[in-house]
């Protein structure tokens, strides 16, 4: 049962274009919420994370929303660069950061 | 400089072999995870483990085996059992506490020849 959906699977972007990739989850335990950023050959690297008590968190040009309601998160990329270019995971985990759970992941595309 | 190793970097498995997957951290971590990578499923957890001698299956655990002899060291074999082994293997750890984030390895990619 996957139990973290993320979408689009593919998302190309204009530089300075604002993409915005969506996750949503079924299992209300979950409390922890980061996002990884892979680039081809390297293992995903931790880029920003929230818990479901703020509704927003920023961390230089990237942005988590997050609807605790919905059971929706999303993650938006300002100013986008042709560097952002890698394959973005949405995960989930309750009780910190046991046991991630991964979406299935973006390709993500900035094109000059 | 901390992080964590594997190796090797490419990995070919003869049909009937088994073949085991090395993961060396140097940041005092407690806990370390193996996950697998295929295209368009995301990563999906084979194994994890706590402690020292202690470890517990993940999603995918079948024709898999692991050991956590020491802290540092959390070796995966991939078994003959394993009939679809052509992946990506990914090992992370993760210090204790809540909210730590799981820091990665860069990936051990296994074939079949």
């Known amino acids: 049962q996957q139990q973290v959906k993320q979408s689009p699977q593919s998302l190309i972007v204009q530089k300075g274009g604002i993409p915005i990739i969506n996750c949503a989850y079924e299992n209300t335990a979950f409390d922890y919420f980061p996002w990884y950023q892979q680039f081809p050959g390297k293992g995903p690297a931790l880029l920003i994370a929230i818990r479901p008590d703020v509704s927003e968190k920023k961390e230089g040009r990237f942005t988590i929303s997050f609807n605790k309601s919905a059971k929706q998160f999303s993650l938006h990329i300002m100013d986008s660069q042709p560097g952002d270019s890698a394959t973005y995971f949405c995960a989930a985990s309750q009780n910190g950061n046991e046991k991630l759970t991964f979406g299935t992941g973006t390709r993500l595309t900035i094109i000059p | 400089d901390g992080g964590i190793t594997q190796s090797p970097k490419y990995l070919f498995r003869k049909e009937g072999q088994n073949v085991t997957l090395s993961c060396e951290q140097n940041l005092n971590h407690d806990a370390m995870y193996w996950y697998r990578q295929d295209p368009g499923q995301g990563l999906r957890l084979i194994y994890y483990?706590?402690?020292?001698?202690d470890f517990q299956k993940g999603d995918i655990a079948e024709g898999y085996s692991v050991s956590r002899e020491k802290k540092e060291s959390f070796p995966l074999t991939v078994t003959s059992a394993q009939k679809n082994p052509t992946a990506f293997y990914l090992c992370?750890?993760?210090?204790w506490g809540a909210g730590q984030p799981q820091h990665f390895g860069d990936g051990t990619r296994l074939s079949i020849l």
């Open positions: 992370a750890s993760t210090g």
């Open positions: 483990s706590q402690i020292v001698n």
